[in-house]
C-alpha cells in the first residue's frame, strides 16, 4: 500500500545534541510537510516542499532545517534541541498546494524525548 | 489570534449514539477548505470528511457528515451510531491561502471517549 512512513517511532535525544528525523513517500506527491504536535495543543506547520521548493512558515525557529534530497523523502534536522522541542513531529504529504480540497496523508509521528 | 477553535477537549458518546464535535473557524478569504481528521492512539492522522467554501450542500462520508454554517463561520462534526473504535482526537482543520500555495492549519483537537 501507498504510504507515508516515518522513522523512528521514538526518538531520544540530548539537550543540545543534533536529531534527525526522517520521512519517507511512496505515493509520489509533490509535497511534503513538517507539523510539530505538543500535548493538548494544535500540530504547528513548520514548513513544506513543494518539489524542491522550501516554504518555511515565519514563526519556525532557526533551530529548524529541513531537506529533501529526492521526491520519496524528507529531513527534519533539529541543530540544538533543547527541552521545549519535545513533541511529536508529524510528516504529511499531499499531491499539490494550488487546491483548497487537498487532504493530507500523515505519517504515524515520530515522538521526540530531549533529556 | 486562533483561526480554528475546537471548544471541547473531551467529549463521552455512548455507544451507538450521535455525537457532534464542534468546530468555529476565522478567515478573510473567500476560497477554502474545511477538514476532519481523526487521530486514533497508534498516531497516523486520518482524514474523514471535507467540505468547501463554496459547497452549497453539507458534506457527509457514511457515518460522518459535516454541518457547515457559512454566516457563524462553524464546521461541526457529527458522527452517528457511535462505536467503540470511534475513540480518537479529532481535529477540526481548515485549508487557506499563504505564501507557497494553500496550508492546512489544525485546531487543538477533542477527544472522544464512546462507551459500551
Known amino acids: 500500500d501507498a504510504m507515508v512512513i516515518q522513522n523512528p517511532r521514538y526518538q531520544v535525544t540530548q539537550f543540545g545534541k543534533p536529531v534527525t528525523l526522517s520521512c519517507s513517500q511512496t505515493?509520489?506527491?509533490?509535497?511534503m510537510y513538517w507539523y510539530q504536535q505538543k500535548s493538548s495543543q494544535a500540530p504547528k506547520l513548520l514548513f513544506h516542499?513543494?518539489?524542491?521548493?522550501?516554504?518555511n512558515e515565519a514563526d519556525t525557529p532557526d533551530n529548524f532545517q529541513s531537506r529533501r534530497p529526492n521526491t520519496s523523502f524528507c529531513f527534519l534536522d533539529i541543530r540544538s534541541p533543547g527541552l521545549g522541542d519535545a513533541a511529536m513531529y508529524l510528516c504529511?504529504?499531499?499531491?499539490?498546494?494550488?487546491?483548497?480540497?487537498?487532504?493530507?496523508?500523515f505519517g504515524s509521528g515520530t515522538q521526540l524525548s530531549v533529556l | 489570534a486562533q483561526k480554528i477553535t475546537q471548544t471541547q477537549p473531551g467529549m463521552f458518546v455512548q455507544e451507538k449514539e450521535a455525537v457532534t464535535l464542534d468546530c468555529t473557524y476565522d478567515t478573510s478569504d473567500p476560497s477554502y477548505g474545511l477538514f476532519w481528521y481523526k487521530q486514533p492512539s497508534s498516531g497516523e492522522m486520518i482524514f474523514l470528511i471535507y467540505q468547501g467554501s463554496y459547497d452549497q450542500q453539507n458534506a457527509t462520508e457514511g457515518r460522518y457528515s459535516l454541518n457547515f454554517q457559512k454566516a457563524r463561520k462553524s464546521a461541526n462534526l457529527v458522527i452517528s451510531a457511535s462505536q467503540l473504535g470511534d475513540s480518537a482526537m479529532y481535529f477540526c482543520a481548515m485549508r487557506e491561502r499563504g505564501t507557497g500555495g494553500f496550508k492546512t492549519i489544525f485546531g487543538a483537537g477533542t477527544r472522544l471517549f464512546v462507551k459500551a
Open positions: 516542499y513543494y518539489d524542491k521548493d522550501f516554504n
Open positions: 504529511a504529504t499531499s499531491r499539490d498546494t494550488g487546491q483548497t480540497n487537498e487532504k493530507l496523508f
Open positions: 505515493l509520489n506527491h509533490n509535497v
